[in-house]
């Protein structure tokens, strides 16, 4: 059991270029995020998705597009780089517990991250 | 909106010492809270979660958390740290999605 892997580990891009992280689990979980972290802010909520097909929007997800083709596979896509999205970003996974008002007690669980430079 | 304090960026103790690190909630609904570990150039473990069963969790490596709603606090303490320990902290409240606090970065002195 792999858990949740992340491609690329780290990547340098210069301003205005594109391209896509991608998050995959092995652990047939359905929810999946996809989060930034940055000094003194913690972890921020880019996207996230609840199934095979479905995306929604975070905290910040202004510049960043996702798609959840496969229901192991979260990519996270950046059209057009700029420097305010150097971070590093990590992607999760989880699978809902409980029942009635108990429902979504998940657990996320978390890739090693991918250290993104823009310059 | 759910949202987390966690109050000092940075905590150091010395080995043996009790660890207390803070974290104080706001949440319109009953919050499902959780407290992960980050080591260095790693993601993020659950370190435990409470999830209304009871008020004193016991999670993994010695470390325990406290739920108190009249303080709407869930601080994560351990009886005596120890040098393995050292890594930033973060507490987690769960509503719609996951809002994590800006971190406490442990220290632990010889």
């Known amino acids: 059991n792999a858990g949740v892997t992340q491609t690329p580990k780290f990547r340098v891009l210069k301003t205005g270029q594109s391209m896509t992280l991608l998050c995959a689990q092995d652990m047939n979980h359905e929810y999946m995020y996809w989060y930034r972290q940055d000094p003194g802010m913690g972890l921020r909520l880019i996207h996230y998705s609840v199934g095979e097909g479905t995306t929604a929007k975070g905290e910040v997800p202004d510049g960043y597009n996702v798609s959840r083709l496969k229901k192991q596979n979260f990519l996270l896509g950046l059209e057009s780089a700029a420097p305010s999205q150097t971070s590093v970003y990590f992607c999760?996974?989880?699978?809902?517990?409980?029942?009635?008002?108990?429902?979504?007690?998940?657990?996320?669980?978390f890739g090693p991250g991918t250290r993104l430079l823009v310059l | 909106a759910q949202s987390v304090t966690q109050l000092g960026s940075h905590v150091s103790v010395s080995e043996g010492a009790l660890v207390l690190l803070r974290c104080n909630y706001s949440s319109s609904v009953p919050p499902y809270l959780f407290w992960y570990v980050q080591y260095p150039n790693q993601g993020l473990q659950l370190l435990l979660k409470y999830t209304s069963a009871a008020t004193l969790v016991k999670g993994i490596n010695g470390f325990e958390a406290e739920f108190k709603k009249s303080e709407t606090s869930f601080h994560l303490t351990k009886p005596s740290a120890h040098m393995s320990d050292a890594a930033e902290y973060f507490c987690a409240v769960k509503g719609n999605d996951m809002r994590f606090g800006a971190g406490t970065r442990l220290t632990v002195k010889p």
């Open positions: 999760a996974s989880g699978q809902a517990r409980g029942v009635g008002q108990y429902y979504n007690q998940e657990t996320q669980y």
